[in-house]
């Protein structure tokens, strides 16, 4: 349960650093943009492995009973978290409406995750990445924060993050059982 909780803190950690401008900008100046990026790319893929090996290892201790409906949820809620993925990268109506689209498609992930799930690896995992979503997206909007509108949201990119959305959950659903242990339906 160790690696698990220090993958999150280390991956949550430094996903809080680009939001807090002062110190991006220090560690840019020192190291370079480049460098940064590396860094930042390198420590957030160990963070993940850690994340990833710390839940295989942790044991199954249940905490809760999940709701029937949960699995039933989780149908849903993944598929919508990942066309909200591919639509927050895109000029999208969907990103111009829902202006954060990535923290509201984690935010969805986690819940779908933690009805369908009520292990304690699980409430750490998806609790943890909901209540990060939950706190960078209440900063974003009092902050005021917008996604850039540089171009204008076409229906066609729409499209395309609802086919890739979609196509990404079918084959993480598809692969989940491999990937992670446990099938996803």
């Known amino acids: 349960m160790t690696l698990l909780v220090a993958g999150l803190a280390l991956f949550i950690v430094l996903h809080l650093v680009p939001g807090i401008a ?31 090996w710390g839940y295989s290892a942790a044991p199954s201790e249940p905490v809760y009973v999940p709701p029937d409906w949960g699995r039933q949820a989780a149908v849903w809620m993944v598929p919508a978290a990942f066309v909200l993925f591919a ?64 171009k204008a949201p076409r229906l066609a990119m729409d499209a395309a993050a609802l086919v890739a959305g979609l196509a990404a959950a079918g084959l993480f659903a598809y692969f989940h059982a491999a990937l992670f242990g446990a099938p996803a339906l």
């Not at 900008?25 to 390198?42: D, E, I, N, Q």
């Not at 111009?96 to 779908?112: K, R």
């Open 87 to 150: 639509a927050a990268n895109m000029p999208t109506h969907i990103r111009s409406v829902v202006q954060h689209p990535m923290l509201l498609g984690l935010l969805l992930w986690a819940l779908a995750h933690l009805a369908a799930n009520g292990e304690l690896r699980s409430l750490l995992l998806f609790g943890g990445f909901a209540g990060f979503a939950l706190a960078v997206g209440a900063s974003a909007v009092a902050r005021g924060k917008r996604p850039p509108a540089d």
């Open 22 to 52: 002062p110190l991006r900008a220090a560690l840019v100046a020192s190291m370079g943009g480049k460098r940064y990026r590396g860094a930042f790319s390198a420590l957030a893929f160990a963070g993940l492995a850690m994340i990833v």
